[in-house]
């Protein structure tokens, strides 16, 4: 199965998934899987950091060996859960990534998330690490970018103020949070020097996961 949270062997459906010695483990039957436990990378930050601009050109550049998704063609319909943190729509975000990385391709998720939504739900045992890196910017710059949006986005003063004020939140918190979150100002950073840090950030953590594979399957 492709869906971790279905047992292979007896179809039972996992509402919290098991894993074991890297191996997911079903309740119902006992059965143990081998799965891809790869790490998750999570290009966060508050709209007009520069996700959405970074990615396509992040894609490019590590075409072959990552698969970088937009977080928000999902937020839609159901998903859209009114509950704080929106879970339903995390934990298929989380479901949809783990199904990727059984191909063998680690997934760059970009979109707006911080470690309390991701890392208490049941899906957060698919991944050997979620690594969490935002892009913020001045208040004045993420502004002006966030005015420029075309008008269908619905970007109104009001939530432009919200915005700001998650921004602030979150320059605070970052490096209290659990796991860390790194933080890059992209208010004078061109392109380039931007999909540069986040590449460094990608590869950095790659290397992290292969080197710790290397060191648990010596033990084995």
């Known amino acids: 199965m492709l869906d971790l949270k279905i047992c292979p062997a ?11 010695e890297e191996r997911l483990v079903c309740a119902a039957c006992g059965h143990r899987a081998a799965f891809h436990r790869l790490p998750l990378f999570a290009l966060t930050g508050p709209s007009g950091g520069g996700k959405s601009t970074v990615g396509p050109e992040l894609a490019r550049r590590l075409s072959g060996e990552v698969v970088v998704l937009e977080q928000d063609v999902l937020w839609t319909g159901g998903l859209r859960d009114d509950v704080d943190g929106h879970p339903r729509f995390r934990s298929t975000w989380l479901r949809m990534a783990a199904m990727i990385h059984q191909s063998g391709r680690p997934v760059v998720l970009c979109g707006t998330v911080v470690p309390p939504e991701f890392e208490p739900l049941p899906e957060r045992v698919f991944f050997a690490d979620i690594h ?23 970007w109104d003063e009001p939530r432009i103020a919200e915005m700001l004020e998650f921004t602030e939140w979150l320059r605070r918190e ?12 992209t208010t004078e950073a061109s392109l380039t020097e ?6 460094r950030w990608v590869r950095r953590g790659l290397a992290a996961h292969r080197a710790s594979e290397a060191v648990r399957v010596g033990a084995d």
Do not use: I, K, N
Request: aromatic share 6%; charged share 30%.
């Open 132 to 154: 969490y890196l935002a892009l913020v910017a001045e208040p004045e710059v993420l502004t002006r970018r966030l005015r420029a949006r075309p008008a269908w986005r619905g």
């Open 174 to 185: 970052a490096a209290g949070m659990s796991p860390p979150v790194e933080l890059f100002d």
């Open 194 to 199: 931007s999909v540069d840090h986040v590449e």
């Open 10 to 20: 007896c179809g039972d459906r996992a509402q919290r998934p098991a894993v074991e």
